[in-house]
């Protein structure tokens, strides 16, 4: 039996999956958090929070590597770690240097900060010559509309830093590029009171599909578990709407995809890791769109293992503790699967969720997820504002994705507007 450390989380489901592939190893972890309270105000509806399975509960400013370092190596000669993890993406690098400090297997701390980083990220696969689109990189709106008027509009505008595609967006002309200029500068820290990289990114806008391959690098190899497809919707945001796997393309693609993300992982140096690589497969070939060093969120993970057995989030607690995972693919009798997000579509309270019993009893569905009555809610512009998902699988071929949109549309979320009208 292994000790984890694990070092703050997502609330959604990797809060429950990597808990629970660390228990379902034999293994045990201490949580690690500067604010509990951030995780039991979203308890789940069952009652049992996956992170209280934790043989220690332990806070500490997590935000302040220089003072947590020494702390946590104080509790490493106590509780004894094997390894340590993280499923969200703020800690990532953190992560890094504490195993680095501690002597435990993982990534080197320089490789994930770089790929945590969307302009380290972009400097160093342009370096290395690993296709991507034209960039640059502003720290203030007079530089940023000078690039934007050499790469040529439109483009995308990105933060360097945050996640789940917060303030990404295309941009027609300088009018619009101020605006998310503007935006971003009122966003001075993130989700977790970290303060914010003052750099903007611009972009090329590629075209074509965007899939993404799903990767396990350990012992200086990197293995493809499979590549997923990505429907996006919301412009000029870039919501993620849903997923299928494995991704409906030709081997060439498929091989291609792979070839360029095996390339992408390998520039950044990242190793001992279960990756999520985001790939624009555009006319003139796969453009890397960036690189997570963790695994796939959106209930990815779920989707590979309903179809080929293998563990995504069992297999990044392996490489934490030094271990050869296992991620040889198995028949499991499912062929496809995809999830459909709700996105809403205007601001309100919600009160209720309509064709929700007709879409659950679909033999197809094997996961149905709603947001609760009463939740305030405002228009979709990122992955944080999903009314719930609808998972299906198809056991005779590449059907789910058809069938999750299909009955995502037969759900219908309903409001309480300010004048408490409910409107369908």
């Given at each position: 039996?292994a ?37 039991l105000?979203s ?8 992170l ?9 400013d ?25 499923s ?17 297997p993982?990534?080197t ?6 790929a ?9 696969l ?10 640059a ?9 000078a ?12 933060p360097?830093d ?5 303030f ?7 009018d619009?590029l101020a ?20 750099v903007?990114?611009?972009e ?9 391959v ?20 919301g412009?000029?945001?870039?919501i ?6 494995p991704?409906?393309?030709d ?5 291609a ?23 624009k ?10 690189v ?6 959106n ?10 057995g ?14 050869r ?11 496809s699967?995809a999830?459909?997000f ?6 309100g ?19 149905l ?27 005779e ?7 999750a949109e299909r ?15 409910a409107?369908?």
């Open positions: 039996m000790h984890l450390l694990v070092i703050e989380s997502w609330v959604g489901s990797m809060s429950r999956l990597l808990p629970h592939a660390i228990g379902e190893g034999g293994h045990r972890f201490t949580f690690l958090t500067r604010d509990l309270h951030h995780y105000r308890a789940p509806a069952d009652g049992h929070h996956p209280l399975a934790a043989r220690n509960v332990l806070t500490a997590t935000n302040d590597p220089a003072a947590l370092l020494p702390q946590v190596e104080r509790l490493h000669a106590v509780l004894g770690f094997d390894g340590v993890v993280s969200c993406d703020y800690y990532l690098p953190l992560v890094a240097r504490v195993a680095e400090r501690l002597g435990l993982g990534p701390a320089q490789a994930v900060a770089t945590c980083r969307k302009d380290l990220t972009r400097l160093g342009a370096d290395a010559g690993v296709p991507g689109p034209r960039f990189l502003c720290r203030d709106l007079a530089q940023a509309a690039a934007a008027a050499d790469i040529g509009y439109p483009l995308v505008v990105k360097v945050l996640c789940a595609g917060m990404v967006r295309k941009v027609a002309d300088e619009e605006e998310a200029y503007g935006s971003l500068a009122d966003f001075p820290v993130n989700a977790r009171s970290q303060r914010r990289v003052p903007v990114l611009l090329e806008l590629l075209t074509g599909p965007e899939v993404s799903e990767t396990v690098s350990y012992d200086g190899t990197t293995h493809v578990v499979g590549v997923t497809d990505k429907a996006v919707a412009a000029p945001s870039f993620e709407a849903g997923h299928m796997f991704a409906l393309l081997p060439a693609e498929t091989r995809a792979a070839d360029t993300a095996i390339q992408a992982i390998e520039a950044l140096g990242l190793d001992q890791l279960v990756a999520h690589t985001e790939i497969l555009t006319p003139a070939g796969p453009r890397v769109v960036e997570n060093p963790r695994p796939a969120g209930r990815i993970t779920e989707l590979v293992r309903r179809v080929t293998v563990d995504l989030a069992a297999a990044c607690v392996d490489v934490a503790l030094g271990r995972p296992d991620v040889t693919a198995r028949p499991t009798g499912v062929t699967a999830i459909a709700l996105l809403p579509d205007r601001d309270r919600l009160t209720t969720v309509d064709g929700a019993d007709e879409v659950g009893r679909d033999p197809a569905v094997v996961e997820t709603l947001a609760e009555p009463g939740r305030r809610v405002r228009r979709a512009v990122s992955n944080n504002e999903y009314l719930g998902h609808v998972m299906t699988i198809d056991t071929g590449s059907g789910a994705r058809d069938r009955l995502l549309t037969r759900l219908t979320p309903c409001y309480e507007d300010h004048a408490a009208v409107a369908c």
